[in-house]
C-alpha cells in the first residue's frame, strides 16, 4: 500500500517508520518526550496504522514505541539528577513569584504521592514528559521509576498503537479527539498558573500592607 500524503510531524514520523520499521517509532517516541511538542497522539497512531499496512508487526510498534519512551523518559530522569535540589532550589530563589518554600511544598508532596504521579503522569498529553524531571530532582529510584515508567507507557501507548491500527486511513480521528483533550489540560494549566500568580501577588501586598 502508497503512504498517504502526509506534511509536518506526521509526514515526518511516517517516512521514519516506513525507513527504520519499528525501532523508527521508538526513535519518534523518545524525541517525542525530549520535546514534549511532538505529538504522541499524532506518532502513536501512525505506528499502528504504519502496522498495519504491514510495514511493521503491531506487537514490534508496540514494543518499541514504549522502549523509547522509557529511553526518553530516563533521559530526563538523568537531568534532573544532574541539575539536583540545590540548583532548583537557587534557580526558584531567582524566579519572580516564587519562593524556596514553593520548592519544599512540592518535595513533601512528590515524596507522598511521586509513584503514582509517574505512572499516571504517563497518560496525561504535556505531562508525560516534564514529570522525569522532578523525578530526577527527586532521585526517584531508578528501578521504581523504570517500572512504573514502563507499566504507565505500555497502557497509553498500546492504546493509541491499536487504535491507528484499527482505524486505518482514519488514524487521524485520535489526533482530533486528543487534539481537544489537550487543550483542555493546556487551558487547566494556564489556570493553575493565573491563579498562582495572583494568590501569591495577593500575599505580598498583605505582607507590605502589614509592614
Do not use: Q
Amino acid at each position: 500500500m502508497s503512504s498517504p500524503n502526509l506534511d509536518g510531524v506526521a509526514g515526518w514520523a511516517i517516512n521514519l517508520m516506513e525507513t527504520l520499521g519499528a525501532p523508527g517509532a521508538g526513535l519518534a517516541i523518545a524525541l517525542e518526550n525530549l520535546f514534549p511538542p511532538l505529538p504522541s497522539e499524532v506518532i502513536l497512531p501512525l505506528a499502528g496504522f504504519t502496522a498495519s499496512k504491514g510495514n511493521m508487526g503491531l506487537f514490534d510498534a508496540v514494543l518499541w514505541t514504549t522502549l523509547g519512551s522509557v529511553i526518553g523518559a530516563l533521559a530526563l530522569y538523568a537531568v534532573g539528577a544532574l541539575l539536583g535540589r540545590e540548583r532548583v532550589v537557587f534557580i526558584a530563589s531567582k524566579l519572580p513569584l516564587v519562593s524556596v518554600s514553593d520548592i519544599e511544598k512540592t518535595e513533601a508532596w512528590f515524596a507522598k504521592h511521586g509513584r503514582k504521579t509517574v505512572f499516571f503522569g504517563r497518560m496525561i498529553p504535556i505531562f508525560r514528559s516534564l514529570i522525569s524531571i522532578p523525578a530526577g530532582v527527586e532521585r526517584m529510584p531508578i528501578l521504581v521509576f523504570t517500572l512504573l515508567t514502563t507499566l504507565g507507557s505500555l497502557i497509553w501507548n498500546t492504546a493509541f498503537v491499536m487504535a491507528g491500527f484499527l482505524l486505518g486511513e482514519n488514524w487521524s480521528l485520535v489526533e482530533d479527539y486528543m487534539g481537544i483533550v489537550s487543550k483542555v489540560v493546556l487551558g487547566i494549566v494556564i489556570l493553575a498558573v493565573v491563579l498562582f500568580v495572583v494568590v501569591r501577588l495577593s500575599d505580598r501586598r498583605k505582607g507590605k500592607h502589614h509592614a
